[in-house]
């Protein structure tokens, strides 16, 4: 989902729609952007790594209409859609993106964010509980939420993750064990939370009562949006042409972790200037297509 700043936007004239799309969010951070006061116009995941800027970067892909791979496997990292999303990404952070952006992720930019430092941020929506936390955030009441931003597919501006829990088989005690995790992802537990901490510090998208809780829904104005992100993720269609793969910020196959921090090395290098984009392309393409045709997925 994208968090942007109320208070900037307004002194700035901007009013947000619900689904914004990317061409408003560079117009927007043309005109947010002070750096000269500390606030930089919008925060991304520079970070290299499979589940750092690549799920962000996948995201970006997605939506302008590309994909990871064709339905032969074939990679197709260098074509006119991948071109567009990465010159796009790395122009928008380098004009209005804080400095040393390779370096951040989602945690980062979380911190950049609750200190004031960002006029928007697109990342995970269970970043909203902690921005809008006062005891965590410096910025609570000055936050705005929307879905977020789209190009040509909007599908691929979604992403769905889980965080599991799970009883390895080498517990000495697997029946306390599961009554933890029961109790832990229960009613009582989220009701345990908001009464010792607060409505907005209970644990998001463990619940679907959870966002039928009144309560919730006064304490998290986020929550309405949250959910409609959650629901709408599809990942069985990330991409605008068919897949072979399941997953939109990630590809559903073992490998994707060594191909995706591979790529993400390499973008990052992008970011800093060390290669061209059409330099990453190019490099990315060529190694994906070597770890395809020794892991068997191509000849």
Same mark, same amino acid.
Request: hydrophobic content about 35%; aromatic content about 12%; overall charge positive.
């Given at each position: ?21 990317? %061409? &408003? ?34 995201? *970006? ?5 590309? +994909? ?65 936390? @006062? ?13 977020? %931003? ?24 697997? =029946?306390?064990? +599961? ?8 009613? =009582? ?6 009464? &010792? ?19 919730? +829904? ?12 959650? &629901? ?5 269609? @990330? ?15 073992? =490998? ?22 059409? +330099?990453? *392309? ?18």
């Amino acid at each position: 989902m994208l968090y942007y700043r109320k208070d900037l936007f307004e002194k700035a004239g901007i009013t947000v729609p619900e689904q914004p799309t990317y %061409p &408003q969010i560079r117009k927007w951070a043309s005109k947010v952007h002070d750096p000269a006061h500390g606030v930089y116009g919008v925060c991304l995941r520079g970070k290299p790594g499979w589940g750092e800027n690549m799920g962000f970067v996948s995201t *970006l892909v997605n939506t302008f209409g590309g +994909q990871w791979f064709d339905m032969k496997w074939q990679p197709t990292i260098n074509t006119p859609a991948w071109k567009e999303a990465i010159a796009f990404y790395i122009d928008l952070l380098k004009k209005y993106g804080p400095p040393g952006a390779s370096s951040n992720g989602f945690n980062e930019n979380l911190a950049l964010f609750s200190t004031g430092k960002c006029g928007m941020w697109v990342d995970a929506t269970v970043a909203a509980g902690l921005l809008s936390n @006062p005891k965590e955030s410096q910025v609570y009441d000055k936050i705005g939420f929307a879905r977020a %931003p789209i190009e040509r597919y909007p599908n691929g501006s979604n992403w769905l993750w889980a965080w599991a829990l799970a009883v390895p088989k080498t517990s000495k005690s697997p =029946e306390a064990a +599961q009554k933890f995790v029961a109790w832990a992802t229960s009613k =009582e537990y989220i009701q345990l939370v908001a009464n &010792q901490s607060g409505c907005v510090a209970v644990p998001p998208g463990t619940r679907t009562s959870t966002y039928n809780n009144p309560n919730y +829904q006064k304490a998290a104005p986020f929550a309405s949006i949250v959910l409609k992100s959650i &629901q709408s993720a599809d990942i069985s269609r @990330p991409a605008a042409q068919p897949t072979p793969y399941k997953g939109i910020q990630y590809v559903d196959i073992p =490998e994707f972790q060594a191909i995706g921090s591979s790529v993400g090395q390499t973008m990052a290098a992008a970011l800093t200037n060390r290669l061209s984009v059409d +330099q990453a *392309l190019e490099r990315s393409q060529s190694s994906t297509e070597r770890f395809m045709k020794h892991t068997g997925y191509i000849e």
